[in-house]
């Protein structure tokens, strides 16, 4: 199952909520999306301030971007009064951490609809530990359930390497099963799917190229941590022209009279099938969200 491309989010920043210069920036930053940051990137004497700065920063919000607002664990000492703090914002998400059984969402879920929360209001999961990636079916099939509101998977790839131990290489060969295996998931369930960060911002080239690999591994875009990196995973992360091309051709292709009763029509010399139209489809809806 594909996910709906009405939403773009190639590329998704981290801000800190603690950080007031970050947060300022954001209207005019060419990102999809943000994730305004409550969990790692704040210290523990400054989550309680960071808290109580979201609402100036959902007063002035920039429109036409997703704000999802990550929260600490919500059993721990700051993720339920984080919770409400971010219900009393209204923002388009929620990302949860360290989820680990569809229970985890499930609970945050019935707390949305205890506090009669927006039925677009959605919910993202980081999978971020072993034991996520063990249940990371189970999670991800909470994404064919509307009830659920899960919308979006976030790989957590620094938390990965230090919870499993492996050794971080520039190319990611140990991590990459783990990424297959999520995006496998996350097509199950009709999630997107967001690839983690990549640490060193000042490396353009190899952040391209990671961007390029995320892409190719079948990942809707990627989480950041620095402006810089935006305009790499925006381009990474759109269709190229060549297949913009190869998607028109398609759906022309079965828009023909005399096709448009066959599931297999042949063009250029190819089989194709009406499975490959839909593809064609969601590709021309995502370039046109672009455009817009």
């Known amino acids: 199952m594909m ?9 998704v920043l981290y801000a800190p909520a603690s950080n007031g210069k970050a947060l300022a920036k954001l209207p005019s930053l060419p990102c999809d999306a943000a994730i305004i940051d409550l969990e790692d990137a704040v210290a523990p004497g400054d989550k309680i301030t960071a808290r109580e700065g979201l609402a100036a920063l959902f ?19 700051w993720g339920a009064d984080d919770l409400q703090a971010a ?59 509307p009830a659920s ?7 957590g790839t620094n938390d990965l390497v230090k919870e499993t131990g492996i ?8 991590l990459v099963p783990w990424l297959m295996q999520m995006v496998l998931a996350a097509r199950a369930g009709g999630l997107d799917i967001l690839d983690g960060v990549s640490n060193d911002f000042r490396d353009s080239e190899a952040f391209a190229r990671e961007c390029a690999e995320a892409a190719a591994m079948g990942f809707d875009g990627k ?10 995973a925006n381009e990474a992360f759109s ?19 005399e096709n448009e009763d066959k599931g297999v029509i042949v063009l250029n010399g190819r089989m194709v099938e009406r499975m490959h139209l839909h593809q064609a489809e969601n590709l021309l809806a995502k370039a046109a969200s672009i455009g817009k």
């Open 223 to 232: 989480t950041l941590i620095h402006p810089a990196q935006i305009e790499a």
């Open 167 to 174: 050794l971080a290489t520039p190319d990611r060969r140990y």
């Open 3 to 11: 996910p709906d491309h009405t939403r773009l989010r190639r590329s």
């Open 87 to 145: 219900l009393a914002c209204q923002p388009d998400g929620i990302l949860l951490p360290k989820v680990e059984t569809p229970r985890d969402i499930l609970e945050a879920g019935d707390i949305l609809d205890d506090n009669d929360a927006r039925d677009t209001l959605r919910l993202w999961a980081m999978i971020e530990t072993p034991r996520a990636l063990l249940n990371i079916g189970a999670i991800a099939e909470l994404g064919r359930d």
């Open 59 to 77: 007063e002035k919000r920039p429109a036409g971007r997703e704000l999802v607002i990550r929260i600490n664990p919500i059993s721990g000492e």
């Open 239 to 257: 269709p190229s022209q060549e297949a913009l091309s190869e998607a028109r051709g398609i759906v022309a292709g079965f828009a023909a009279a």
């Open 149 to 155: 509101r899960l919308a979006c998977l976030v790989a």
